[in-house]
């Protein structure tokens, strides 16, 4: 198997270190680190350095600053570092320290400097504990770089097996943890040791500054190689009670390419044999609480997703639509409803925001995360605290009913893994009227479309008073006006027949001839009375001209109501007639019986009349 | 729609209140005609919520990808947009091949929406453009049922389209279609004439010639109007009913619609040029010689001059006539007709000479029962309601009754014409629903009154006095109950027949695939987009993929990748050469796809998940369509003594064939069903006949996780030694 090209690289910076050993200046000498243990997880493709160290100040003056040195092939992969220090032999409460990248005269340019600010100067003589965790990305290279569906993963991982400082170390050990599985092969120096999954360099003593020898192992490691090549997570704030975060992810596998076929049914028989270098699923831990949660691409909603929330946290597991293998990617966004209660609070007059900077994905490397907060609409003195630097930048945007825009916090990081997902917030003022513009506009909005159909029904419009049309409809206004009037008559006639009816009713129950007459005298002034009232209508509507189509109905309408109403009156007065000579009940309906008919067909085709009228 | 025959029945005593019932009757029908609307809009929901909002089937995909690309660019690049993602190497002209309507419609709505500063995407606009559309049409249906008969035949008319399976079929929510804008159009263009022609207005027959531009703006059925029109008209001259209205009414839609439409691309020149469009032109010169004679009558007032004047100009006009459409088609001028016309009157054309236009599923002639299906009782109502029609004849009603029977006639040669017979059935039965509810009504209204005008009587002589109107019908109030429930219980089992067809048929998407799993549960098949988006994904952004034509809108709208052949099939030699691709043997198919440069090639295999639709189903028209060009292809080596079978028995071609290979290609060592050797195809049920397939110049790419597309990479040459 050939060696990756980079171990030259690191040979050469070897020689390279040796020179500036020699050259060091003394000044640092004054600390010593009297312990360093290293342990190196590699089970994921961001690798996890956590390094112990024991240092003390052999030199005569305090010391406040403690140096820390990666090669620049190592510093350009870091991805994080974190410091904490502990004073005195007791592990009491360690505190962070801060660090800053530093320059250092006369130092060789290949090494990348980080100083570790701390509390309070180092007395001579006295220990402190120093835990270091440094974070690398793309440290895990695979080797080779193409395989075939059914190979697993090779991975090749360098560092020193010694600890680079500018300090002297006293004593050292290393100790890789690997993902198990097999391991290709590693760098042997005295005093190496691979057991199980592990695998320990050390412990060396006495070595000098700068010093570096350097180590290779090829393992392989089937873990998912999740890596986002951009992901852009924006969090809207809604003051009605919602915080929606929407993440749109870019993910490929980093590890080694495919070659050759995807077999399906490989894959499906023997899934962690045929395809074990690929990753099916990645998992979201969301907040408690969260909702509404869905899972969709450009081309639609991805239905293999899984999801579990109890009052700790909400996971969701998303499968994309294939499998990945090496070199394979996908896009896909994630989105989630979150009580605004639980992210927004109030500080003096502010309202902040405070939540997770990195995404939820666990163990994803993301190469470029934007994070967007886009706060309600009038927001004013926006503030940013992140811990760690980012670039920002502000826009506007625009979403359902905004006039002005939605102020958006921008803030871009590259390479984030994990270790990111601290909380920064975003301060601003917010007044909550601002809530009922909305709704306001919606309610003005169709409150005047109301207005406008109203106004619109009851106004004339018409651009020509004069034109034949518009005449034509006005007065076809005034026949229905007309129309309706005359039907008015006709309803009350009808009425006071029904009242003859319910008289003669009357009479043949009582028998109280008087009240009957009184009744049809009343009747036969109604009707003169309608017919008086009926005979300007009826002239008016003949001169009309829109009336050509309704005047024959109406006139036959009027025709048959007065026959309705003779029929009526002679049937009436011979049924009193009959009553006063006291005839037979029999020889009454026998008298009448003709009549009677002719009375009820009438009366349905006068009906049958007045409805045709009405509906036109 | 009972509520407004409800409220003519009111009882007397209310009748004081006429103002005031009328007002009520007016809220009533506005509010009846509401919730319609809002019926006809939310029944088509229904592929949302079982789904989700996306877009469905081929051509909608289509359709979608134009409109982003309109919303993207606006409207003159769209004009002038050549495509090179499909018919590599050939392109397409999209701007000059399209209907534009509908992408325009949608592309408005939704700069509408964003106006109003509603942030929605284009996607949801053009998922429920056909729903907004055919809340319309229930809109325009009431009027035109008004404008035929009544504002209750209306009201009907509106409730009866607004659930019509037959209609709803084409227009659910994602099923972004042309036809979903154009039944909408075509019923608009319809009103709109009819109303032109009731009234002679010029103002109403401007705004149809606008109607009908917008029809042939939005789906080549426009050639459905265009013959529709004048053969009604020519049926209105011939039963006598010439009069000036229908003058102004034709001469100014046809004119003033023809010249619109000629703003169309796609159209061009056509109304001019076609002989589809021949009728139109005929019938409008036809007028002008009516009207001519009608004034020489007019002025000579002797019938025996008029006579032989008659005679002299007739034959000139059919002279001249006859002359100038020979001369025309014999130029080549007029274009004869085309296959799909031929298709539409001659149900057994297509099968014939153009197998392009028979391999679709939806060009096949109707299945009774799919009419049942679709129409349900209307198809019981369609009957009466043109006998009510004929019952009273006018301008109006004549042109419903030839709309209806024409659009049977074409629903009955291809299914999806069932379309545009559904809003004249709609029309016609809710006629027949309304007049007999009405009759039913009224007669039991003047029953219930008859006993207060008989109760004048002395109660003991009341059986003498039954009035003579009474006796000659017994019964007839109870029968007239028993008839009304009976049409109620109809129009009920109507909606819930509509309600369950929507839910149950139309509304799948067909992109995603469900199925009932063994416990009941729903099994999502999403295989689809799983092998579209790899192929967006995993591809070389130039890739070009070959594929039967029926996936390529969804290859170039989902996959975003240059296909060669998709589902505007316009040349018909270039889906014959992946036919013959398809059906060759491997290494002649090779030569072929070297030729088009094809990178990937996708085929749809059912047989693990026994979804028949797939390629082995469809192949037989491949190898049709590829002979129909390529002689070298022929079907029976394909058939055992006329048989297609895909066991042990095929013919040996079939075993070997580029698609069999890409179908089963390791498909023998899968088991899919317990019980069953393994290679046993669920689809065709039978155990395949080549289990040991290798393939020398193509490789598995990808195949999706229910193996119902397979995508397989084309190597690239060997090196020449």
Same mark, same amino acid.
């Given at each position: $198997?050939?060696?990756?090209?980079?171990?030259?690289?690191?040979?050469?910076?070897?020689?390279?270190?040796?020179?500036?050993?020699?050259?060091?200046?003394?000044?640092?000498?004054?600390?010593?680190?009297?312990?360093?243990?290293?342990?190196?997880?590699?089970?994921?493709?961001?690798?996890?350095?956590?390094?112990?160290?024991?240092?003390?100040?052999?030199?005569?003056?305090?010391?406040?600053?403690?140096?820390?040195?990666?090669?620049?092939?190592?510093?350009?992969?870091?991805?994080?570092?974190?410091?904490?220090?502990?004073?005195?032999?007791?592990?009491?409460?360690? =505190?962070?320290?801060?660090?800053?990248?530093?320059?250092?005269?006369?130092?060789?340019?290949?090494?990348?400097?980080?100083?570790?600010?701390?509390?309070?100067?180092?007395?001579?003589?006295?220990?402190?504990?120093?835990?270091?965790?440094?974070? +690398?990305?793309?440290?895990?290279?695979?080797?080779?770089?193409?395989?075939?569906?059914?190979?697993?993963?090779?991975?090749?991982?360098?560092?020193?097996?010694?600890?680079?400082?500018?300090?002297?170390?006293?004593?050292?050990?290393?100790?890789?943890?690997?993902?198990?599985?097999?391991?290709?092969?590693?760098?042997?120096?005295?005093?190496?040791?691979?057991?199980?999954?592990?695998?320990?360099?050390?412990?060396?003593?006495?070595?000098?500054?700068?010093?570096?020898?350097?180590?290779?192992?090829?393992?392989?490691?089937?873990?998912?190689?999740?890596?986002?090549?951009?992901?852009?997570?924006?969090?809207?704030?809604?003051?009605?009670?919602?915080?929606?975060?929407?993440?749109? &992810?870019?993910?490929?596998?980093?590890?080694?390419?495919?070659?050759?076929?995807?077999?399906?049914?490989?894959?499906?028989?023997?899934?962690?044999?045929?395809?074990?270098?690929?990753?099916?699923?990645?998992?979201?831990?969301?907040?408690?609480?969260?909702?509404?949660?869905? &899972?969709?691409?450009?081309?639609?909603?991805?239905?293999?997703?899984?999801?579990?929330?109890?009052?700790?946290?909400?996971?969701?597991?998303?499968?994309?639509?294939?499998?990945?293998?090496?070199?394979?990617?996908?896009?896909?966004?994630?989105?989630?409803?979150?009580?605004?209660?639980?992210?927004?609070?109030?500080?003096?007059?502010?309202?902040?925001?405070?939540?997770?900077?990195?995404?939820?994905?666990?163990?994803?490397?993301?190469?470029?995360?934007?994070?967007?907060?886009?706060?309600?609409?009038?927001?004013?003195?926006?503030?940013?605290?992140?811990?760690?630097?980012?670039?920002?930048?502000?826009?506007?945007? &625009?979403?359902?009913?905004?006039?002005?825009?939605?102020?958006?916090?921008?803030?871009?990081?590259?390479?984030?893994?994990?270790?990111?997902?601290?909380? +920064?917030?975003? &301060?601003?003022?917010?007044?909550?009227?601002?809530?009922?513009?909305?709704? =306001? =506009?919606?309610?003005?909005? +169709?409150?005047?479309?109301?207005?406008?159909?109203?106004?619109? $029904?009851?106004?004339? =419009?018409?651009?020509?008073?004069?034109?034949?049309?518009?005449?034509?409809?006005?007065?076809?206004?005034?026949?229905?006006?007309?129309?309706?009037?005359?039907?008015?008559?006709?309803?009350?006639?009808?009425?006071?027949?029904?009242?003859?009816?319910?008289?003669?009713?009357?009479?043949?129950?009582?028998?109280?001839?008087?009240?009957?007459?009184?009744?049809?005298?009343?009747?036969?002034?109604?009707?003169?009375?309608?017919?008086?009232?009926?005979?300007?209508?009826?002239?008016?509507?003949?001169?009309?001209?829109?009336?050509?189509?309704?005047?024959?109905?109406?006139?036959?309408?009027?025709?048959?109501?007065?026959?309705?109403?003779?029929?009526? $009156?002679?049937?009436?007065?011979?049924?009193?007639?009959?009553?006063?000579?006291?005839?037979?009940?029999?020889?009454?309906?026998?008298?009448?019986?003709?009549?009677?008919?002719?009375?009820?067909?009438?009366?349905?085709?006068?009906?049958?009349?007045?409805?045709?009228?009405?509906?036109? | 729609?009972?509520?407004?025959?409800?409220?003519?029945?009111?009882?007397?005593?209310?009748?004081?209140?006429?103002?005031?019932?009328?007002?009520?009757?007016?809220?009533?029908?506005?509010?009846?005609?509401?919730?319609?609307?809002?019926?006809?809009?939310?029944?088509?929901?229904?592929?949302?919520?079982?789904?989700?909002?996306?877009?469905?089937?081929?051509?909608?995909?289509?359709?979608?990808?134009?409109?982003?690309?309109?919303?993207?660019?606006?409207?003159?690049?769209?004009?002038?947009?050549?495509?090179?993602?499909?018919?590599?190497?050939?392109?397409?002209?999209?701007?000059?091949?399209?209907?534009?309507?509908?992408?325009?419609?949608? %592309?408005?709505?939704?700069?509408?929406?964003?106006?109003?500063?509603?942030?929605?995407?284009?996607?949801?606009?053009?998922?429920?453009?056909?729903?907004?559309?055919?809340?319309?049409?229930?809109?325009?249906?009431?009027?035109?049922?008004?404008?035929?008969?009544?504002?209750? %035949?209306?009201?009907?008319? %509106?409730?009866?389209? %607004?659930?019509?399976?037959?209609?709803?079929?084409?227009?659910?929510?994602?099923?972004?279609?042309?036809?979903?804008?154009?039944?909408?159009?075509?019923?608009?263009?319809?009103?709109?004439?009819?109303?032109?022609?009731?009234?002679?207005?010029?103002?109403?027959?401007?705004?149809?010639?606008?109607?009908?531009?917008?029809?042939?703006?939005?789906?080549?059925?426009?050639?459905?109007?265009?013959?529709?029109?004048?053969?009604?008209?020519?049926?209105?001259?011939?039963?006598?009913?010439?009069?000036?209205?229908?003058?102004?009414?034709?001469?100014?839609?046809?004119?003033?619609?023809?010249?619109?439409?000629?703003?169309?691309?796609?159209?061009?020149?056509?109304?001019?040029?076609?002989?589809?469009?021949?009728?139109?032109?005929?019938?409008?010169?036809?007028?002008?010689?009516?009207?001519?004679?009608?004034?020489?009558?007019?002025?000579?007032?002797?019938?025996?001059?008029?006579?032989?004047?008659?005679?002299?100009?007739?034959?000139?006009?059919?002279?001249?006539?006859?002359?100038?459409?020979?001369?025309?088609?014999?130029?080549?001028?007029?274009?004869?007709?085309?296959?799909?016309?031929?298709?539409?009157?001659?149900?057994?054309?297509?099968?014939?000479?153009?197998?392009?236009?028979?391999?679709?599923?939806?060009?096949?002639?109707?299945?009774?029962?799919?009419?049942?299906?679709?129409?349900?009782?209307?198809?019981?109502?369609?009957?009466?309601?043109?006998?009510?029609?004929?019952?009273?004849?006018?301008?109006?009603?004549?042109?419903?009754?030839?709309?209806?029977?024409?659009?049977?006639?074409?629903?009955?040669?291809?299914?999806?014409?069932?379309?545009?017979?559904?809003?004249?059935?709609?029309?016609?039965?809710?006629?027949?629903?309304?007049?007999?509810?009405?009759?039913?009504?009224?007669?039991?209204?003047?029953?219930?009154?008859?006993?207060?005008?008989?109760?004048?009587?002395?109660?003991?002589?009341?059986?003498?006095?039954?009035?003579?109107?009474?006796?000659?019908?017994?019964?007839?109030?109870?029968?007239?109950?028993?008839?009304?429930?009976?049409?109620?219980?109809?129009?009920?089992?109507?909606?819930?027949?509509?309600?369950?067809?929507?839910?149950?048929?139309?509304?799948?998407?067909?992109?995603?695939?469900?199925?009932?799993?063994?416990?009941?549960?729903?099994?999502?098949?999403?295989?689809?987009?799983?092998?579209?988006?790899?192929?967006?994904?995993?591809?070389?952004?130039?890739?070009?993929?070959?594929?039967?034509?029926?996936?390529?809108?969804?290859?170039?709208?989902?996959?975003?990748?240059?296909?060669?052949?998709?589902?505007?099939?316009?040349?018909?030699?270039?889906?014959?050469?992946?036919?013959?691709?398809?059906?060759?043997?491997?290494?002649?198919?090779?030569?072929?796809?070297?030729?088009?440069?094809?990178?990937?090639?996708?085929?749809?295999?059912?047989?693990?998940?026994?979804?028949?639709?797939?390629?082995?189903?469809?192949?037989?028209?491949?190898?049709?369509?590829?002979?129909?060009?390529?002689?070298?292809?022929?079907?029976?080596?394909?058939?055992?003594?006329?048989?297609?079978?895909?066991?042990?028995?095929?013919?040996?071609?079939?075993?070997?064939?580029?698609?069999?290979?890409?179908?089963?290609?390791?498909?023998?060592?899968?088991?899919?069903?317990?019980?069953?050797?393994?290679?046993?195809?669920?689809?065709?049920?039978?155990?395949?006949?080549?289990?040991?397939?290798?393939?020398?110049?193509?490789?598995?790419?990808?195949?999706?996780?229910?193996?119902?597309?397979?995508?397989?990479?084309?190597?690239?040459?060997?090196?020449?030694?």
């Amino acid at each position: $198997m050939a060696t990756p090209p980079p171990l030259r690289r690191v040979a050469a910076l070897v020689l390279l270190l040796l020179v500036a050993a020699a050259s060091a200046p003394t000044a640092r000498a004054d600390l010593v680190v009297t312990r360093a243990d290293r342990k190196v997880d590699l089970t994921s493709h961001i690798v996890r350095v956590l390094t112990s160290l024991k240092v003390e100040n052999s030199g005569p003056e305090a010391v406040s600053q403690f140096l820390l040195a990666f090669p620049n092939v190592q510093a350009k992969n870091l991805a994080a570092i974190r410091a904490f220090g502990t004073e005195g032999k007791v592990k009491g409460p360690s =505190m962070v320290l801060p660090i800053e990248v530093v320059q250092p005269s006369g130092v060789p340019p290949e090494l990348t400097f980080f100083s570790a600010s701390l509390s309070e100067p180092l007395e001579k003589g006295k220990t402190l504990h120093l835990d270091v965790l440094t974070v +690398f990305t793309h440290s895990v290279q695979p080797f080779p770089e193409e395989i075939t569906q059914a190979e697993s993963q090779l991975v090749v991982y360098q560092d020193s097996a010694q600890y680079l400082s500018p300090y002297p170390v006293k004593v050292q050990t290393l100790s890789i943890r690997l993902p198990g599985g097999r391991v290709e092969s590693y760098t042997k120096y005295p005093n190496t040791k691979l057991a199980e999954s592990e695998l320990k360099y050390g412990p060396y003593e006495d070595l000098p500054p700068f010093s570096y020898s350097p180590m290779v192992v090829h393992y392989e490691n089937n873990n998912p190689f999740a890596i986002a090549k951009e992901v852009i997570r924006e969090i809207e704030i809604s003051h009605w009670g919602n915080v929606q975060i929407t993440e749109h &992810y870019n993910i490929a596998h980093g590890g080694a390419k495919l070659k050759g076929e995807f077999s399906r049914i490989d894959y499906q028989s023997r899934p962690y044999i045929r395809g074990v270098s690929s990753f099916r699923h990645l998992i979201a831990r969301l907040p408690p609480r969260a909702h509404s949660i869905y &899972y969709r691409d450009e081309i639609g909603n991805i239905s293999t997703s899984h999801l579990w929330s109890d009052s700790k946290k909400t996971q969701l597991e998303v499968e994309p639509r294939f499998p990945l293998f090496g070199g394979w990617q996908t896009t896909f966004t994630i989105g989630y409803g979150l009580p605004l209660q639980d992210f927004v609070f109030n500080s003096d007059g502010k309202r902040f925001l405070n939540i997770t900077f990195g995404s939820p994905v666990e163990e994803i490397l993301i190469e470029k995360l934007i994070v967007k907060v886009v706060l309600p609409e009038g927001s004013k003195d926006i503030d940013i605290s992140v811990p760690f630097p980012t670039k920002q930048e502000q826009e506007v945007k &625009y979403s359902h009913l905004d006039i002005s825009g939605r102020p958006v916090v921008v803030l871009e990081k590259p390479d984030v893994i994990p270790e990111h997902s601290l909380y +920064f917030q975003v &301060y601003y003022r917010f007044n909550n009227i601002s809530l009922l513009r909305e709704p =306001m =506009m919606l309610i003005t909005g +169709f409150f005047l479309l109301f207005m406008a159909c109203i106004v619109y $029904m009851r106004t004339d =419009m018409s651009i020509s008073k004069n034109s034949p049309s518009y005449l034509a409809k006005v007065q076809w206004d005034e026949v229905q006006s007309i129309i309706q009037q005359i039907q008015a008559i006709f309803d009350q006639c009808l009425a006071a027949h029904d009242k003859l009816e319910t008289s003669l009713h009357e009479l043949s129950r009582s028998g109280d001839v008087k009240s009957c007459k009184a009744a049809r005298k009343a009747a036969d002034a109604q009707f003169k009375e309608l017919a008086k009232e009926l005979k300007p209508l009826l002239t008016s509507l003949q001169s009309s001209s829109q009336s050509y189509q309704i005047w024959p109905k109406v006139e036959e309408l009027v025709a048959k109501e007065r026959e309705l109403q003779d029929k009526l $009156m002679t049937r009436h007065s011979t049924v009193v007639d009959s009553f006063e000579k006291k005839l037979r009940g029999q020889d009454v309906e026998n008298r009448i019986a003709a009549q009677q008919q002719k009375v009820a067909a009438l009366r349905q085709e006068v009906e049958s009349l007045l409805e045709y009228i009405s509906e036109i | 729609m009972a509520a407004a025959t409800a409220l003519d029945s009111l009882p007397a005593p209310l009748r004081s209140l006429r103002l005031k019932t009328k007002q009520q009757e007016l809220l009533l029908r506005v509010s009846a005609l509401a919730l319609i609307y809002v019926l006809a809009f939310v029944v088509r929901l229904f592929s949302v919520l079982r789904y989700e909002s996306m877009i469905h089937e081929f051509d909608p995909y289509f359709n979608y990808r134009t409109t982003l690309f309109l919303s993207d660019h606006g409207f003159s690049e769209f004009w002038n947009w050549f495509d090179f993602e499909s018919w590599y190497p050939l392109g397409r002209v999209v701007g000059g091949t399209l209907f534009p309507g509908l992408m325009v419609t949608a %592309a408005l709505l939704h700069r509408l929406l964003r106006a109003l500063s509603l942030a929605v995407h284009i996607r949801e606009v053009c998922v429920l453009t056909a729903p907004f559309f055919a809340a319309n049409t229930t809109l325009v249906a009431y009027a035109f049922g008004r404008e035929i008969w009544d504002s209750g %035949a209306g009201l009907v008319a %509106a409730a009866l389209i %607004a659930v019509c399976p037959g209609y709803i079929s084409r227009s659910v929510a994602g099923s972004y279609d042309n036809e979903g804008v154009a039944i909408f159009a075509l019923l608009l263009t319809f009103y709109l004439f009819v109303r032109a022609v009731n009234t002679g207005s010029l103002a109403w027959s401007l705004a149809s010639a606008f109607g009908y531009f917008y029809m042939v703006s939005a789906w080549g059925g426009y050639v459905f109007i265009i013959n529709l029109l004048p053969l009604y008209v020519l049926v209105l001259l011939v039963t006598g009913r010439y009069s000036q209205r229908l003058y102004v009414a034709y001469n100014s839609t046809y004119v003033l619609g023809m010249l619109l439409a000629m703003q169309i691309r796609f159209v061009g020149f056509q109304h001019v040029q076609s002989g589809e469009h021949m009728a139109a032109m005929g019938v409008f010169f036809l007028l002008q010689v009516f009207f001519f004679l009608d004034w020489v009558k007019y002025l000579l007032n002797d019938a025996k001059l008029f006579k032989s004047f008659l005679r002299i100009t007739l034959t000139c006009v059919i002279t001249v006539g006859t002359l100038a459409l020979g001369i025309g088609t014999a130029s080549g001028y007029i274009s004869p007709w085309t296959g799909r016309f031929y298709s539409l009157l001659d149900p057994t054309y297509a099968k014939d000479h153009i197998p392009i236009i028979a391999s679709v599923s939806e060009h096949q002639p109707t299945a009774w029962s799919s009419f049942m299906f679709d129409f349900h009782i209307l198809l019981f109502l369609f009957p009466a309601g043109l006998y009510f029609c004929f019952k009273r004849l006018s301008d109006a009603t004549i042109f419903i009754v030839m709309y209806g029977l024409t659009s049977m006639y074409f629903a009955g040669v291809m299914v999806r014409l069932i379309l545009v017979a559904a809003p004249a059935v709609c029309l016609i039965s809710a006629i027949a629903a309304s007049a007999t509810i009405k009759n039913l009504t009224t007669l039991i209204r003047t029953k219930s009154k008859s006993p207060q005008t008989v109760s004048g009587k002395s109660s003991g002589s009341k059986a003498a006095a039954k009035g003579a109107v009474d006796q000659s019908l017994p019964f007839q109030q109870n029968v007239a109950i028993a008839l009304l429930l009976g049409a109620f219980y109809l129009l009920s089992r109507y909606a819930v027949h509509c309600t369950w067809v929507t839910s149950e048929a139309y509304s799948s998407p067909s992109i995603v695939l469900a199925a009932r799993g063994h416990n009941g549960g729903r099994v999502i098949f999403d295989d689809y987009r799983e092998a579209y988006y790899w192929l967006r994904q995993n591809t070389p952004s130039d890739a070009k993929i070959m594929s039967w034509w029926d996936y390529g809108y969804q290859i170039t709208a989902m996959g975003n990748r240059t296909v060669i052949v998709d589902n505007n099939t316009w040349n018909n030699t270039h889906i014959a050469t992946v036919g013959r691709a398809m059906s060759s043997y491997e290494d002649e198919a090779y030569e072929i796809m070297q030729s088009l440069d094809v990178n990937y090639v996708l085929v749809v295999f059912g047989g693990v998940t026994g979804y028949s639709s797939d390629d082995i189903n469809k192949f037989l028209w491949m190898v049709r369509i590829g002979g129909g060009v390529f002689p070298v292809i022929k079907e029976p080596d394909y058939l055992v003594n006329g048989e297609y079978r895909v066991d042990k028995g095929a013919a040996p071609k079939m075993l070997n064939c580029l698609m069999y290979k890409l179908c089963y290609y390791r498909f023998g060592e899968l088991t899919t069903e317990y019980g069953k050797p393994p290679g046993y195809d669920r689809v065709r049920g039978v155990e395949i006949g080549n289990k040991d397939i290798k393939l020398e110049y193509l490789e598995e790419a990808f195949t999706t996780s229910n193996w119902i597309v397979r995508i397989y990479k084309v190597k690239p040459p060997k090196n020449r030694s």
